[in-house]
């Protein structure tokens, strides 16, 4: 890989980490919406996501309110909720910052498919359009698998 190539990925990398959680700090903290450091919406996925994680995390019980995990819900998410809960504790910020890394990643991956499929310079387009994606710093920013 080339020395411009890696300069441009970390650049983009970095560029869609930033831009994510500030898109998180103002987004969480319009009023009509839980904080930035709070638990989201109690009647959302999200809510049901983040108990059964927590649950997951502290018993090691995969039910809720003795209300087994059902096939509508993805079964990975809340295993990745309960280990980030059994490494770092209980924190919403960090599963929100957690997710926006993983969300930044993505773009360097964009541009390697990109790059394979297409060219170099449309790997760099395409990794500019994922890290300005607003589908993908909303995603980043719920609880919801």
Not at 59 to 68: C, F, K, L, Q
Not at 92 to 114: D, G, K, N
Not at 117 to 142: E, K
Request: positive net charge.
């Amino acid at each position: 890989m080339k020395t411009r190539e890696s300069k441009f990925l970390v650049f983009i990398a970095l560029f869609a980490f930033f831009a994510r959680i500030s898109f998180q700090l103002l987004y969480l903290g319009d009023a009509s919406y839980a904080g930035f450091f709070e638990a989201p919406w109690n009647d959302s996925d999200g809510a049901v996501y983040e108990k059964l994680g927590h649950a997951m995390a502290t018993s090691g019980n995969s039910r809720i309110n003795d209300h087994p995990i059902v096939a509508q819900l993805h079964l990975l998410y809340p295993y990745f909720l309960a280990l980030i809960y059994k490494l770092f504790g209980h924190h919403y910020f960090l599963v929100r910052v957690i997710q926006a890394l993983i969300s930044s990643f993505t773009v360097v991956l964009i541009f390697f498919i990109a790059k394979t499929t297409f060219n170099r310079n449309v790997g760099y387009v395409s990794s500019v359009f994922g890290a300005l994606s607003p589908m993908s710093f909303y995603a980043c920013s719920r609880f919801m698998a």
